[in-house]
């Protein structure tokens, strides 16, 4: 090698190092220059755009492994409400990232091309006034006019969120959506109008229920959906897309347009490509465990779905959905039994716009465990004006064998039989106007010798509860009852229980009940649990004292103990008679031994629902004598509105 070439590489090499030396310098130091600035435009674009107080603890910038981008990011960053949500946190985000080209800071253009969030805590909330808690984009009026307005603009290509928490709570609709450890990507080109949607999730849990019902409970999901946008006629079609649900596989298609008349879908349509019944089956609350691959199953289902039409406040679209299946079977490797014969056919059929013309048909429902058979079918019609039911249901459960058969990890102990041969045919309108010999509601449910037992509880013995129906109330003829140390004996009857449901009547009844002994420790499992971060939240918006769930009912008791304990408290010779309803509690008579003294109260509490759940005011008076002294108060109390007693209290 000639002493000239090197020179060269020597040259060359020198300038090589250098240069990567001041890209370095260059890397680390242009971040601390722009950081103020860049900090400023985050702060004033956030209080131009939004009602919400905005919070975050640090700051970093890098442009080392994003070159030409910053990756600019806020530790510990948060959201929280004000006015009706202050204190309620919208968002917890561990780390939140966006990038931005450096040439554009240069020229004082600050567009966002990508955003990533890490260890987030999400919690929507909408209260009973349709307000919701994500709504905090302030309205074009509201934003300050003379103040100059951020360059900061979002141009998005991608998004990902990594090990995100969700809480979904819809009070109006009833819907409640809980996701556990969601991890989802999307890339695409939000900056145009026109564009293409690439989206990749997994989902550790998801739970969902409406109107207190769960419906999907500790779920898993892998999904890629793909999406067609245009957002000048706010129209999203379905794409290339793969949705798992445990084992459950479905394809969606279709396509949804928002305008102002409401939300309009086309011809949407869900099925699944995989007919094995283990898919299915993986649905069921607690069927889908870590052994689930185990499982041996045989069988057959097809599942389809279908939704067409207008939706908004006074439409629905028209919809159909439609389960079968054919001979199936279970048997979980750790149990002993298999459950068999299991066959159904569910139809659901809404040809036009409005709920009365929906129709429910479970021509078959039906399985057998060992000799014990469970068969069930329903007809229901007119739901939305004069519901017309006709449904029978015949079981003979040993739950021992259930217990044997179907994964219960929290249950310690159960057994015992339970049976019923029910058989309803009539509409809601002959029960209404007790026109009673058009109704065929005739059977009985009993249930003998029956144990449960919850991990860390005591056990649950019932030696027998019976059941008898008729058109015009259910008979309890006798049912006995023990837990720990305590026993119950007792008899009563419901009336109206159907018009409850359907008509809106109220549900009464006299219960009647005597006990040995009452421990109330038998039924306390502990303090109850602290709020989620602490962050407890109650809805006390103007429409928030909605209906509850069994708030229509009016029950007479009458209660006897020889021994009743509470705390520290033996109360000897307990006796009480009482008229309950959700608003009115009346004492009749309530007597007991307290040592030596003999309580003997009287008198009436009113609005006992509103003070438990609804902040409102307990009011009432009680009469109060012993052999020692006479006391009659009259009180007002203020509830907190979540179940527990209120703060305080004034006579």
């Given amino acids: 090698m000639s002493p000239k070439t090197k020179k060269f590489i020597k040259i060359f090499a020198i300038s090589g190092f250098s240069i990567f030396f001041l890209f370095i310098v260059f890397a680390i130091s242009i971040p601390f220059l722009f950081k103020d600035k860049i900090l400023t435009e985050v702060k004033k674009a956030a209080n131009q755009q939004i009602n919400a107080k905005l919070d975050f603890k640090d700051v970093s ?40 080209n450096l040439l554009d800071v240069f020229y004082g253009r600050y567009d966002i091309k990508g955003i990533e969030i890490e260890d987030a805590d999400f919690k929507v909330k909408i209260l009973n006034n349709g307000k919701a ?6 309205k074009i009026e509201e934003k300050d006019k003379s103040e100059k307005q951020t360059d900061f603009r979002i141009r998005l290509n991608y998004y990902k969120l990594k090990n995100t928490q969700l809480v979904y709570d819809d009070a109006p609709n009833q819907v409640y959506l809980k996701i556990e450890n969601l991890n989802h990507k999307g890339r695409g080109n939000f900056s145009n109008t026109i564009f293409d949607i690439f989206t990749q999730t997994q989902i550790d849990k998801i ?18 959906v793909n999406l067609g946008v245009d957002l000048n006629e706010m129209r999203f079609k379905l794409l290339d897309n793969q949705i798992d649900l445990n084992a459950l596989q479905l394809n ?31 649905l069921l609350p607690a069927a889908y465990t870590s052994n689930f691959k185990e499982v041996k199953t045989k069988g057959s289902f097809s599942f389809n779905a279908f939704l067409d039409g207008l939706y908004h406040a006074q439409s629905i679209p028209s919809f159909q959905l439609g389960l079968q299946i054919k001979d199936a079977y279970f048997k979980y490797p750790n149990l002993a039994l298999p459950v068999e014969q299991i066959n159904a056919d569910i139809q659901l059929n809404q040809p036009g716009n409005r709920m009365d013309q929906l129709v429910v048909q479970v021509n078959q429902l039906g399985f057998q465990i060992q000799k014990n058979k469970v068969q069930a079918r329903l007809l229901l019609k007119e739901c939305s004006t004069d519901p017309d039911l006709n449904m029978t249901l015949n079981a003979n459960v040993n739950l021992t064998e259930l217990h044997k058969a179907f994964p219960m990890n929290e249950v310690e102990n159960l057994s015992g039989m339970i049976s019923t041969d029910l058989e309803v045919q009539t509409k809601m309108s002959y029960v209404q106007n007790k026109a009673y010999d058009k109704v065929k509601l005739n059977g009985k449910l009993e249930l ?16 027998q509860l019976s059941m008898n129906f008729s058109p015009e109330l259910i008979d309890i003829p006798l049912f006995n009852l023990k837990k720990g140390n305590s026993d119950f004996v007792g008899k009563g009857r419901l009336d109206n ?36 971060q602490g962050n407890s939240f109650q809805d006390t918006s103007a429409n928030s004292k909605g209906e509850k769930v069994f708030d229509k009912w009016d029950f007479a008791i009458r209660f006897k103990s020889k021994k009743l304990i509470y705390d520290q ?83």
Avoid: C
């Fill in 61 to 100: 910038l890098s442009l080392i492994w994003t070159f030409p981008d910053f990756s600019f990011g806020m530790k510990d960053f948060s959201l929280t409400g004000i006015d009706e949500f202050k204190g309620y946190k919208l968002a917890q985000v561990k780390n939140f990232y966006f990038k931005i």
């Fill in 133 to 138: 808690n994500y709504d905090i984009l302030k």
């Fill in 207 to 224: 739970s969902f229920s409406y109107a207190g019902v769960p419906y999907i409970k500790n779920a898993q999901i892998k999904a890629e």
């Fill in 252 to 282: 969606a298609n279709g396509e949804l347009i928002i305008s102002d008349k409401g939300y309009t879908f086309k011809k949407f349509k869900l099925s699944t490509p995989n007919t094995n019944f283990a898919s299915v089956l993986s």
């Fill in 448 to 463: 003998k010798d029956f144990i449960y037992q919850q991990k860390g509880s005591s056990n649950v013995y019932i030696n």
């Fill in 497 to 532: 229980l159907l018009t409850y449901f359907y008509g809106g009547k109220i549900m009464s009844g006299y219960l009647e009940i005597e006990s040995n002994q009452i421990d109330f420790k038998d039924f306390i499992y502990g303090a109850s649990k602290s709020s989620e």
């Fill in 569 to 651: 408290f033996n109360m000897e010779d307990f006796s009480l008679s009482a008229n309950l309803s959700p608003s009115r509690m009346k004492l009749n008579e309530l007597q007991f031994l307290l040592g030596k003294s003999n309580m003997q109260l009287k008198g009436q509490i009113d609005q006992v629902f509103s003070y438990l759940y609804d902040q409102g005011t307990l009011k009432g008076y009680i009469e109060f004598k012993n052999k020692l002294s006479e006391f009659k108060s009259i009180h007002e109390r203020k509830g907190r509105g979540n179940g527990t007693p209120g703060a305080g209290a004034k006579s």
